[in-house]
């Protein structure tokens, strides 16, 4: 993105209404079901950091470097990929064509976790955004608690070994 670009978009961020209120510039009231997969997947990737974190805190309050260590391993695509896939056969038909569209999405691969791992993650963060923005408040919890319960089982597990 150049400058001009990105001045442009600062510049049309924001509307100031009659009201003297802010308000969304564009995209207002579009439809959850026509935003991009990775858009779904942008915000719920943050909707998840936030809720591990603070889960996190029922364990640690005081070490924060403690916290970062094992937030950034339960939110990592390896760690998500294998909680979508124990929970696949639990989605609704509607959540599994969100799964599958955040799956799609083309996106550059980091090289912490395979092609495979991170697309299942980004399947797995597209639900969770599309639910939240859905406000599907008692599905997104049962579907993010249950990914915390697999996540952290399987991270005991391969402490154990």
Do not use: C, W
């Not at 079901?33 to 943050?46: F, N, S």
């Not at 959540?95 to 092609?115: C, H, M, Q, W, Y």
């Not at 579907?143 to 991270?155: G, H, L």
């Amino acid at each position: 993105m150049n400058f001009n670009h990105f001045q442009n978009l600062v510049d049309n961020f924001f509307i100031v209404n009659e009201a003297g209120e802010l308000s969304p510039a564009k995209y207002h009231d579009v439809p959850v079901e026509r935003l991009p997969a990775l858009v779904l997947a942008y915000i719920g990737d943050a909707y998840f950091t936030l809720y591990v974190r603070t889960r996190l805190l029922g364990y640690e309050q005081n070490k924060v470097r403690v916290l970062h260590t094992f937030d950034a391993k339960i939110v990592s695509a390896v760690m998500q990929s294998k909680a979508i896939k124990a929970l696949e056969a639990e989605l609704t038909p509607e959540e599994a064509d969100v799964l599958r569209r955040g799956r799609n999405a083309k996106s550059t691969v980091p090289k912490s976790a395979s092609i495979s791992e991170y697309r299942y993650a980004t399947g797995f963060e597209a639900l969770v955004g599309y639910l939240y923005l859905k406000k599907q408040q008692d599905r997104l919890s049962e579907i993010v608690d249950k990914a915390f319960v697999i996540i952290s089982r399987e991270m005991t597990t391969a402490a154990k070994k």
